[in-house]
């Protein structure tokens, strides 16, 4: 009898989270914040396409050292690019070493008060938590 039956068999996707972000880079056309990363990029408010270079992170990103998220072994990243997919040398197992999310902090223009947002291009309106004050904030 044949035991071949298990089609739990396919991995889990194993991920983990770059600790090196790329900068923050406006639209040359409209100054308003480009989709973050690096490469090719278009500018959410204009639709201008703007390439997007930059030599220190994709260096600090292929030297990047990340733990395998199966067996913890520390590797050497290798690859100038994120999202990457890399083999771990270990275990074999392939994951994916995604972007860090970047957080930018302002202040509440009513209380002052701290606030750490994930930058989105374009403008929206958010409220404060400590003062319930609502303003408009633009990347
Ligand atoms: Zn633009
Ligand atoms: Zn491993
Ligand atoms: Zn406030």
Same mark, same amino acid.
């Given at each position: 009898m044949s035991d071949d039956g298990e089609d739990s068999s396919v991995p889990e996707s194993l991920e983990v989270e770059s600790a090196i972000a790329p900068p923050l880079i406006?639209?040359?056309?409209?100054?308003? *914040?480009l989709p973050l990363g690096l490469g090719e990029k278009t500018c959410a408010l204009c639709g201008a396409v703007s390439r997007i270079e930059h030599e220190a992170t994709r260096k600090e990103w292929s030297e990047e050292r990340v733990a395998c998220p199966s067996c913890s072994k520390v590797l050497v990243c290798g690859v100038g690019d994120r999202p990457a997919t890399v083999e771990c040398s270990s275990?074999?197992?392939?994951?994916?070493?995604n972007s860090k999310v970047v957080k930018v902090e302002i202040s509440c223009p009513a209380c002052e008060?701290? *606030?750490r947002l994930k930058p989105r291009p374009g403008s929206r309106e958010i409220s404060c938590p400590a003062c319930e004050e609502s303003f408009k904030v633009t990347f």
């Open positions: 406006n639209c040359p056309n409209c100054d308003g *914040l275990c074999t197992n392939q994951f994916t070493i008060r701290r *606030l």
